[in-house]
Structure formats: C-alpha cells, structure tokens
C-alpha cells in the first residue's frame, strides 16, 4: 500500500496548522478500517443512533446491576454489535462515496435484522437450550452456521480482510484435519460439531475474547468517548505545548507528550496519528523537521499509546483472562509502566538529538498558548488520576471505568466550556458504541480461531515446533515469536493479533520456563508495533497522509525512533526485574537508572549525534552500550556504563565538523 499525490491532503493557501474535519474523515477511513463508516441522515440516522445508544446503556446497566450469564451478556453484545455493523458499515468502501437515492443497500438492511434475530436467539431460546445440553434442532443448526458467516463478513466490513481469511483458515483447518500434513494432522471435526462448537459453547464466538468485550474493553471505550466530549483531547495538546513547545525541537516534543496522554483514551494507533498529527506534524514541518520524520515521531508516539498505563490497548483486557491465576489489571499496568517509560524515552531522546543535529528551535513566546489559562484547567487530567486510584486501590475494572466515566462527566461540568449537555451525553454514548463495534467483531472472529486451536490441540503442537525448530534455544523461540507476532499485526487488529498469538506462540514462551506475564507481554508489544513496522505500517501511512512525506521512508524512519520497542521486549523475558516482577525498590532504582542511560546511549547511536556528530564506530558503540545497559545483568551493566562514559568523554575530546553536518542535512 503505498500513498500517492491525489492522496495528500488538500493545503490551503493559508496553510493551515489543523486538518479539517472532512480531511481527518478521510485519512481514518482509509487507514483504519473502523473509521470507513455510513453518515446516516433521517428516519436511518435515527435508527442507528437509538441502535447506538441502547448499545452503550445495555452495557451500563449491566455494569451497574450486575452482568447477565455468560452466554446472554455476550450475545446481546453480539446482538447489537452485528445489526449495527451491517446498518452503518458497507459491503464495499467504495459506496461511501457513491451518492445513491438509499443511504443502506437492502441486502445490508435484511442482513441487520437477521445479525440481531442470531444474536437473540440465545436469550429468546435461553432455558430450552440450557435444558437440550448441546443437542442442536436442524434451526439451532442453522442459525449458528449464520452466526459465524455473519461474523465473518462483519469483520471484514469493520475491520478489514486480512484476520477474516486468517479465521476462515482455522475453520477449514478444522473441518480438513485428516487431510493435513505431518503433526497439523487431527481427526477433522464434523460440520456439526464445528457450528455447535463455534455458536453453542462459550469456546467460540461466544468464548472469552466476546466476554471481555462485552465488559471491561467497552466501558473504557466509552469512557475515552466521555473525555473526548470534555475536552480532554484537545488539553493534552495544551498541556504538552506548555511542557514541551520551547524546548529544542518542540513540536516534536509535544507530538511525544500529547500522543502518549492521547493513548489513555483511544485504542486505535491510526486514530491517535490523525487525531493528535493533524495538530503536531504541521507544527514539526513549519520549524524545520523532514515530512518523514514529523510523520515518524507523530506514529511511533501514537502507536505507543496503546503500550501506555493506566488504560492501554483493548488486548490488555483480554490479558487479564488468558493469563487468568488471580491476576489483576493493576499487576498488568504496573509491570507495563518501565517498559513504556523507556519507548517514549527512546522517541523523546531521538528526536531531541535530530533537532540538535540540524539545528532547530523550539516554539517562540509568540506561539506558546496561555500557561495560565491551561494550567487552570489542570482538573480535566483528574480522571485519568482517579482510573489509577480505582485500580491501584483494589477495585474492580469494572467499577473502575464505571466511576472514571462518572468522574469525566463531574470534573467537565466545573467548566461552562468543558459541561455536556444532553446531546454531548447522547454523542458521547453514541461515540463510544460506533468505536465498540470493531472490537466486537475482532474479538468474536478470534474467539473461533482459540475454539479451533482448544479443539484439534494445535496450540500446543505448534508450541511444541516452534521449540523444536529453534533447538529449545530462547533466543531464537523469541525471535520467532516475534516474526509471527508482527505478520500476523500488520493485517490483524491489536486484539485479535493478541488472541491468536497468546493462544499459538506465547505457550512456547511457557514451555522454556518463560514467565507468563512476560510471554504474554511479549507478543502484545510486537503486536503493536507492526503497526509502524513496515512494509504494511499503516500508523506511518496514515502520518505520511497528513505530512506529505513518502509513506514507506516514514514507516522506516517511525520503526528506527521506536527501536526501544523492539530491544525491551528481550530484555524484559530475559530479566523480568524491567517489569517489577520478584525485584526490590533497589534493584529497581537501579534498573531505572541504567536502563535511561542506555536509552540516551541507543538514541545517540541511532540518530548520529550526542553533544557533537558521531562517526560510525561511535555509532555502533552507543548501540552496544545501551543495549547492555538495558539488560539488567550486574557484568553488562558495567560493561555498558564504561562504554558509555569513555563515548560522553570523546564527544568532548574529538571535535566534530557539526557546521557541515547541519548544512547537509
């Protein structure tokens, strides 16, 4: 996939720092398969806004009064996620540009009623199928094969091809077993036994993947979508100027500060890049920045976000049920905190290191918006503190979104600006279903993909294989895992990537005696970042959408700012003292410590420039030296530290010719 000229944005010959609405629309839809959605008006439009709401208040108030069992919960989720879905998302993207007297296809309409009938079917047969304990009537039958085709045509409508055909292979794999080569041979299953399995059970499409969805991942959704109504997006990017915009190379600064704040209310990394770039990638440009490495720094700070605590990405909730044990989401948090500490770190060193290397300034006096009047508003970032508190105290995830939305909508009504009224109430709960519906659709697409692997036992041939293949060596299991993970994220949504890696690759993890919390985090961070991993590096492309730089230079130059996030994850498998698991506050300290060394130490080595501009032995030394640094091992430690000392005393030493270095680049 690669941007042409007629796909850049429009420029305006005022040349305007924001996007518009129309512009940000477009970008979304083209990159996120999510944002390509029908703007229904009149007796349609109503509809899908009544069908919205009802989404969004069903989930609270089975997160107020208690969550039905498990099968009604997530089959009215399913309910309304699938009629929703086919009512506001095309067959084809290319009739939302087509103006047609119909605003739904007819098929799309038939196709809704029949998504909400399958979803239904459950509560409206609920104790007649509890009592037939699995025994299916030819309509039980038919109605569970519409189920998963219905579910897989959502998926491709909301969230693109790549995971529908990844799913259809795990059905067929199901149903072919016997047919299949060497240890991926099983018995085969009957088309019987894989609708029952896949509609009937709570080990496919109704399995925990649904679950999850249809509870926590939604309510932090709305939540995201209650604080976007407050205007706590757009104070992220007050706040960061007033923190960032006069140091050297600002803007990039910003794009950093506001793009990691930007992750605690969405999960998408495109969104993020077009939300928070069409505001930072304007401002990195017009002070000097290159178009690809503005497009860069905005979609490696944005794909970041999903890594940042307290709220990361919706697969941090499904995290919590695969490992299972008693574990927490707070243990998940805390042990993500270092690790998303040192990526933004990384970016934040790298970038500060270019604006050195070609000179720029930061913002002027001029340019910076009233300190005052945004440090006034410094309550809008109480619930993001108050999310921490809920977790950190003990309360359950549940009942920790449910009071961070109700804390959104006190502290925004302390402001005229900021107070929603009664259609802000109705547009935010709106908002928050419409982004809860690709999720949906992923996670019950990857429920059939875990129902597959529970029943024909691939998981752990595959496990076992990949063992094997790398002659029980961790390093090279790792490195596997790693490929498979990010394959498997450039076409797959963060969610679903999470579920089939956690269910396929993290076991081989296990089986060497990898901690489960460290295997598990390993696939997640690498599931992320193919977001930015080129050739398919859709955070970049999208950021290259609003730079105007080439999207494949982009991807290159986002992945080299995020190479934090393809070094941590080794390190914290190999020593798990990065994600505080079995370590004291002094071991942590010190872990601190010379893992923020060997960020500046990785940064100048990347970039080209420290204190002066660095020749290649320097280079490749900085690099060796953080990566030592990094790794929490007493003997690398100080080999790091040494090594990095003797490259800080050469940047005094040896001269550089900086004069040249600035005039070429």
């Known amino acids: 996939m690669f941007l042409s000229n007629n796909d850049q944005p429009p420029k305006t010959k005022e040349e305007k720092e924001h996007l518009t609405d129309e512009q940000t629309q477009e970008l979304m839809a083209k990159f996120d398969p999510e944002a390509g959605h029908r703007r229904l008006t009149g007796i349609l439009g109503w509809i899908s806004l009544a069908g919205l709401v009802g989404f969004s208040v069903f989930q609270l108030y089975t997160a107020i009064f208690g969550v039905f069992t498990a099968q009604l919960q997530r089959s009215i989720h399913l309910a309304f996620a699938l009629g929703l879905i086919f009512l506001l998302f095309p067959a084809s993207k290319k009739r939302l540009k087509k103006k047609t007297r119909f605003q739904v296809a007819w098929y799309d309409g038939l196709l809704a009623l029949i998504g909400v009938y399958v979803g239904m079917y459950w509560p409206l047969n609920f104790e007649e199928l509890v009592f037939r304990v699995g025994r299916l009537t030819t309509l039980d039958l038919i109605v569970g094969l519409l189920a998963i085709l219905l579910v897989l045509e959502a998926t491709r409508r909301v969230v693109g091809l790549p995971i529908t055909i990844i799913t259809s292979i795990f059905l067929l794999y199901s149903y072919f077993g016997p047919y299949m080569p060497g240890f991926l041979q099983h018995r085969g299953l009957s088309i019987d036994r894989i609708i029952r399995s896949m509609y009937f059970t709570t080990e496919g499409i109704l399995g925990t993947p649904l679950g999850v969805s249809a509870t926590f991942i939604f309510l932090f959704l709305l939540f995201g979508a209650f604080l976007v109504k407050t205007g706590v997006g757009q104070y992220f990017n007050d706040l960061a100027l007033v923190i960032a915009g006069k140091r050297v190379g600002g803007p990039a600064k910003v794009a950093i500060f506001s793009s990691a704040l930007q992750g605690t209310i969405s999960g998408s990394s495109v969104a993020n890049v077009v939300t928070s770039g069409s505001f930072t990638i304007p401002m990195m440009k017009r002070l000097g920045y290159r178009k690809e490495f503005a497009g860069g720094v905005e979609a ?65 006096e001029e340019e910076m918006p009233d300190r005052k009047a945004v440090l006034v508003k410094i309550y809008l970032l109480f619930p993001i503190v108050a999310v921490i508190f809920f977790l950190m105290s003990g309360t359950s995830v549940t009942r920790a979104a449910l009071y961070a939305i109700l804390t959104a909508i006190i502290v925004g009504a302390i402001n005229k600006e900021t107070r929603m009224g009664i259609g802000d109430f109705i547009d935010a709960l709106a908002n928050g279903a419409r982004t809860a519906l690709g999720v949906a659709a992923a996670t019950a697409a990857a429920g059939m993909i875990v129902g597959v692997v529970t029943l024909t036992g691939l998981g752990l041939k595959l496990a076992n294989s990949l063992v094997s293949l790398s002659g029980e060596n961790l390093l090279l299991t790792l490195f596997f895992t790693m490929i498979a993970s990010l394959i498997l994220g450039m076409g797959s949504p963060t969610t679903a990537n999470y579920v089939i890696t956690s269910t396929i690759a993290a076991p081989a993890l296990i089986v060497l005696s990898v901690p489960e919390l460290s295997a598990h985090m390993f696939v997640f961070y690498f599931g992320i970042v193919a977001d930015i991993t080129p050739p398919v590096a859709l955070a970049a492309f999208a950021a290259a959408g609003v730079s105007g730089g080439e999207p494949l230079r982009t991807g290159v130059q986002s992945a080299k700012l995020a190479i934090a996030a393809f070094i941590i994850p080794y390190i914290f498998v190999l020593s798990p003292e990065l994600m505080m698991i079995d370590t004291t506050w002094q071991s942590l300290l010190w872990v601190l410590f010379t893992s923020l060394t060997g960020m500046i130490s990785i940064g100048a080595g990347m970039i080209g420039y420290w204190y002066r501009r660095t020749n290649v032995v320097e280079r490749i030394a900085g690099v060796a030296a953080g990566v030592m640094l990094i790794y929490p091992e007493g003997f690398t430690d100080l080999i790091g530290l040494g090594l990095f000392i003797a490259l800080l005393v050469l940047q005094f030493v040896v001269k550089g010719d900086d004069k040249k270095q600035v005039a070429n680049a």
Request: net charge positive; aromatic share 12%.
């Open 300 to 364: 490696a700070a944005s794909t970041g976000g999903q890594l940042m605590p307290p709220i990361m990405g919706a697969a941090a909730f499904l995290m919590v049920e695969f490992i299972g044990g008693g574990i927490t989401y707070w243990e998940i948090a805390k042990a993500a905190a270092i690790p998303a500490l040192l990526y933004f770190t990384g970016i934040w060193i790298m970038t500060h290191f270019e604006a050195k290397r070609i000179g720029l300034r930061g913002l002027t």
